[in-house]
Structure formats: C-alpha cells, structure tokens
C-alpha cells in the first residue's frame, strides 16, 4: 500500500513568544503578546486613525506569511481562535486575504470567549501569501485578540516515508510533519522510533513508520500527538499488538476523550494487526490522539479528513457509532466557510 506523500501543515501557538514566521505589518505597535491564564496570545488594540488606510485587501494587513510546499488543487483550511473583548468599540471583522486579493471576512461578536474561524480554500500554486487583516470601524476603537492560527491539509495521508529517521526518547518531544509526538513515555523509559519496520504487513505497515515502546517490552507507553490541523475523521494501521492498546481522541487534552477504542474490542485485520476508525460528532474537531500501548507496535498508512471534506467532497468514510467515553461539546464556535 502507498499513499500520496504528505504535504505541508502548521500550527502557530504564541505560548512560546514567537511568531512563527508570521511577518508583522508596519502597524506592528498596535499588536502586542499578552498571556491570561497560563496562555500568551496576539492582541490588537489601536484607534483607526492610529491604522494603516485600507489596501487592495480591502482590510488593515496584520501579519502575513507565505506557506510552500503546498499541492496544487488540494484544499487546504485556515483556522484560528479569535475573541473581541468587551469594550466600547462596535463592529469589527476579521479577514483573510490570499496573495493580496481580498478573500473572506468574518464578524466577531463582542464577546470574552474565545471562537473558532476556519475557512478552507483551494491552492493554485505551490506557495500561497496568506495575510490576516482587520475590518476597522470608523469611529471608537477596535480590540481584538487571536491565537492558535492553524493551516493544514483537509485531507492529509500520511505514510512516513519522507520523514526523518529518528529516537523519541521518554520525556521528549519531536515535531513531524502533521503532529508533534510527545513521548509521556512508562516507568521504564521506552522510545519511539520513526524507523524501518522490520516486520511489514501487507497494506498495513511498509517501509519506514512510527515504532511504539520500543526497547523495553513490559513497559506501559502513552504517547501523544498533537495536531497541526482539526480533524473530523482519523484512521490508521496499527500493527504488531501484543497488548490490549487504547487509542483516545481529545479536543483537548484536559478534557474527556472524545472516543477510546480499544483493541479487544475490534476484530483483527490480520492476527496482531488492527485498523482504527473514527468519525466524531458534528461539531466535535480532532486536535490529539493519545496511545497507551505495551510491547512494540507500529503506526502506519494515516489518514485524516476536516469536516468540510467529509461533508462536501466524500462520504466515503464511516460514522463509528460505539463511543466509550462521554463526548465533550466543544465550547468554541467552529463556521467552516467552502
């Protein structure tokens, strides 16, 4: 089995006070880092006349960068969390604009809580300038603040096979090309490897794969992957279990799983050799996956869709029913535009 290489996706958090390569606008002294509760996020806050006059993308440019790699005629989405304050300012959009031609807006409500944007375009090229911008009142003063600006694949395959080989060590992290693995590791500090399987299933693991709990096989791994994107529908070939494993589905990662499947409770594509499927509520968005496994096992042949892909472009891929945790609403407003 092969699927097409992976192409590119990314996910700015300013937790860390960097920008990601997002290039400031002239403008840069009406935006600021701010952290609340443990969290840093961008924050604009400025009197228009304190603005830029409007360009070609019919809003203020705030930050702008130029995405590569990408695929020609895929669909890719654009997603962050934005919040405007309560302040005294009125309406107020945020916009994004595609090579410097104006392509959508949205309202922000005056509100605390933060809320999910995403829209999803179509590439033409291999690289595409994405600029966020601002729709400014003509009087009074606009506030807002965004973080967690997402850009990602609607549909990403993954089989590992341009990634780097390398050693996850217990306590370590290491970011690939769609998620960054975290090895929360056991008591007795098993690795994860993205290397040659040495036991390939036909269809199922081939060539080079992410190699779990590896090095000592009686310790209990969790390993987590946190997402560049938001996904409504996940599969994967998981092969080589000696073990019952779990595979959990989180929003977030404080919350309740979304879903936990466990391998006793599926029936074996082949002995040892599972595939897992799931599909989340409407509404519901994917952002980590969390594996508890013991002995090795391999990870293979990924297989992520949005919610705009599975809602407009297939519906090839099954709604699973049987959910074990109780699901978790999410809080954020998700408007996905086409």
């Known amino acids: 089995m092969t699927t097409k290489h992976a192409d590119y996706s990314e996910c700015t958090k300013f937790s860390d006070n960097q920008w990601n390569d997002w290039k400031l606008s002239e403008q840069k002294r009406c935006l600021s880092l701010k952290e609340e509760n443990l969290n840093t996020y961008a924050s604009l806050y400025s009197a228009p006349n304190d603005l830029p006059s409007h360009s070609s993308c019919q809003a203020t440019p705030l930050i702008r960068k130029t995405i590569t790699n990408l695929v020609p005629g895929n669909i890719y989405a654009i997603s962050l969390l934005a919040k405007r304050p309560q302040t005294n300012g009125i309406a107020t959009q945020l916009s994004w604009s595609i090579d410097d031609v104006f392509y959508h807006r949205s309202d922000l409500k005056k509100t605390d809580e933060w809320e999910r944007f995403i829209v999803d375009f179509r590439a033409t090229a291999s690289e595409h300038t994405l600029t966020l911008g601002s729709v400014e009142p003509e009087k009074g003063k606009a506030q807002i603040d965004f973080d967690e600006i997402r850009f990602y694949p609607c549909k990403a395959e993954i089989d590992f096979e341009i990634e780097q080989s390398q050693i996850i060590e217990s306590g370590r992290s290491a970011k690939l090309r769609h998620f960054t693995v975290h090895n929360q590791g056991g008591e007795k500090g098993s690795e994860i490897r993205v290397a040659n399987t040495d036991r390939p299933v036909d269809g199922m693991s081939d060539k ?75 509404g519901e968005l994917i952002k980590y996956i969390v594996l508890s496994t013991q002995d090795h096992s391999y990870i293979d042949f990924m297989t992520m869709k949005s919610a705009s892909v599975l809602t407009s472009h297939d519906k090839s891929s099954p709604l699973i029913p049987k959910k074990i945790d109780t699901p978790v609403q999410l809080t954020d407003a998700s408007t996905v535009e086409p």
Do not use: M
């Open 208 to 282: 080079q794969a992410i190699l779990l709990a590896k090095s000592q096989s009686t310790d209990k791994q969790r390993a987590v992957f946190e997402l560049n994107g938001e996904y409504s529908y996940i599969e994967f070939a998981w092969t080589q279990i000696h073990h019952n494993s779990t595979a959990s589905f989180h929003n977030k990662l404080e919350a309740a799983a979304l879903c936990t499947i466990s391998t006793e409770n599926l029936e074996p594509t082949s002995s040892l050799n599972y595939w897992i499927k799931y599909r989340s509520n409407e």
